[in-house]
């Protein structure tokens, strides 16, 4: 899964585009630790230390790991897409958004 979300960042460089990491385990500390040897150079949560953190809360996050994309408006898109159908997904809501800025 990191490898993946790695290229993604590299990928999609310069385009409206983040990648953010929600975390819920319990030791704080450990999770430091995988962020850094995963080498995660993009955003990370930590939701509190338990799978009923405020944000998986919000988001009603029923399993782990849940994978959310949204568009330029916040609007949820696609759920627990990975591989080249994440890719797919991706690209596909960077082109409504460009076409969307050309009107």
Partial sequence: ??????SLVQRL???????????????????EKVIVKEKMVWRNWWDGGSTDGPIQTAYNVQHWPTLLVLDHKGVIRF????GKELDGAI?????????ANKH
Avoid: C, W
Wanted: no cysteine.
């Fill in 13 to 31: 460089e310069g385009k409206p585009f983040a990648l953010l990491g929600i975390n819920s385990d319990d030791d704080l500390k450990k999770v």
């Fill in 1 to 6: 899964m990191y490898p993946h979300e790695r």
């Fill in 91 to 99: 690209d596909k809501l960077l082109t409504e958004q460009e076409t």
């Fill in 79 to 82: 759920i627990d897409v990975n």
